[in-house]
């Protein structure tokens, strides 16, 4: 929980102990307490209630009523919301709650409204497919996005298919760029750029599973088809009824036999349309993850672990004084690369440069990188040369983007340095303005 969500429901405490409580009771106060009630993994909302209990207040949390909310309709901090949905997807979890293991579920609900993702913190015995009526249901924000959560409190009963027909909801257009895990029945138009085909046991028995690259003029995301929709490299497609989760940031366009899946003409987005995408930096630190993706910026630190470095003949693991974490003692296989922190003024992110494009750049292979070090008997002589010069050079790069929680890494497929001759740049800058007088 994040800091502004932990004030968030201290405030909400101290509102209603002011309407009806006379103890004192001081914020620091709460705070500590509501801090240990978490971290014994109580319910959010039950930890407030037994909290406004023991200063003094009546348990007068908005009472709830009756009445359905839609999903578009949902707000972040509604402490309890009724919804009549389906569940679209539904995944277990295994999380560590003060060193005990315990399942909770995630996944997306769906309405004639929408779609939203959702958290359940125990198991209620809901499956895919299932439309039920819940109450009792509570939701905060999570980057950017509105998540249901299934705490303590709340009631869920399964109910007749009928009262919310599939074709209800339609299918919304997206394009790739703005694909976010959660969305749910999407309708995305795009190339299949790669694909892949691999066998999966689903509830025994044994299954085609397809899957790939997808990308539009907007982007790239990757995609999982659970139907033999006879996809065939370089179609154009229409797919509409996937859903969308991700990984590190990237999405991932996920779906079954239940979508339609039509061929167009394959002029309806050529090749050449489909792009790597460029990305200002803080656009990218803010979706986290992207993929096949092309950023520029200035370098801004060459960190360590750049240089050369010796990986573990068994596991590529890089070896910390000879020694492999998993296989122990072992001599090591020399490699080269870079990790460095590029910065564009909106934003940063990490960059690995593995060895091919780490010797473009220094325009020496490994074998020679080996003897300099070798003969100036100076670890550190690598990173000096690296540091003279990629250091507050301007730098493009581009590959796949993970989002993790240290930031944004970039593992880069391909790299050059961006010259930029400020002579120059003035130059043909003072003449387009002349030329606009
Ligand atoms: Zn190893």
Same mark, same amino acid.
């Given at each position: ?210 899957? +790939?690259? @997808?990308?539009?003029?907007? *982007?790239?995301? &990757?995609? !999982? ?6 996809? =065939? #490299?370089? /179609? ?5 009824? +996937?859903? @969308?989760?991700?990984?590190? *940031?990237?999405? &991932?366009? !996920? ?6 899946? =039509? #061929?167009? /003409? ?172």
């Amino acid at each position: 929980m994040t800091v502004d969500d932990l004030q968030s429901h201290i405030e909400d405490i101290l509102d209603v102990l002011s309407e009806d409580s006379d103890k004192e009771v001081s914020r620091e106060e709460l705070e500590k307490e509501l801090r240990k009630f978490l971290e014994y993994g109580v319910p959010i909302e039950q930890a407030k209630q037994t909290l406004i209990k023991k200063f003094g207040g009546s348990v007068a949390f908005p009472s709830s009523t009756s009445e359905r909310t839609l999903i578009s309709d949902l707000q972040p901090n509604e402490s309890s919301v009724n919804l009549l949905c389906r569940v679209i997807t539904i995944n277990p979890k295994e999380i560590t709650v003060k060193g005990e293991s315990r399942k909770i579920f995630y996944g997306i609900l769906g309405d004639e409204s929408g779609t939203i993702p959702f958290t359940a913190w125990k198991d209620f015995e809901i499956e895919k497919g299932d439309v039920m009526e819940v109450s009792n249901a509570y939701t905060r924000e999570w980057q950017g996005m509105v998540q249901l959560n299934f705490g303590d409190r709340v009631k869920i009963e399964k109910t007749d298919e009928e009262k919310l027909p599939e074709s209800a909801y339609e299918p919304k257009e997206f394009k790739i760029k703005d694909l976010r895990s959660g969305l749910g029945t999407v309708e995305v138009t795009a190339r299949i750029l790669d694909l892949n085909e691999r066998e999966a046991e689903v509830s025994g028995e044994t299954k085609k599973v397809f899957s +790939g690259i @997808i990308g539009d003029e907007t *982007g790239k995301a &990757q995609f !999982t088809s659970w139907h033999d929709f006879d996809l =065939k #490299k370089g /179609d154009v497609v229409r797919i509409s009824g +996937g859903y @969308i989760k991700s990984w590190k *940031g990237i999405p &991932q366009l !996920t779906f079954d036999e239940k979508a339609v899946v =039509k #061929k167009l /003409d394959a002029g309806k987005l050529s090749k050449e349309e489909v792009q790597t995408r460029k990305m200002p930096l803080h656009l990218l630190v803010e979706k986290r993850g992207a993929l096949d993706v092309e950023v520029e910026g200035t370098v801004i630190e060459i960190r360590d672990g750049s240089g050369l470095i010796m990986r573990c003949p068994e596991c590529n693991r890089v070896l910390q004084n000879d020694e492999c974490k998993i296989h122990g003692k072992a001599k090591g296989k020399p490699d080269l690369r870079i990790k460095l922190v590029v910065d564009d003024g909106t934003g940063s992110v990490n960059g690995i440069i593995s060895r091919e494009i780490t010797e473009k750049l220094l325009g020496k292979a490994l074998e020679e990188c080996k003897k300099i070090v070798e003969k100036s008997k100076d670890e550190n002589v690598l990173v000096d040369e690296m540091n003279n010069m990629l250091f507050a050079r301007r730098i493009n790069m581009q590959g796949n983007a993970l989002g993790d929680e240290f930031g944004t890494t970039v593992i880069v497929k391909n790299a050059q340095l961006v010259d930029v001759n400020i002579k120059e740049e003035s130059a043909r800058l003072s003449q387009e303005l002349e030329g606009l007088q």
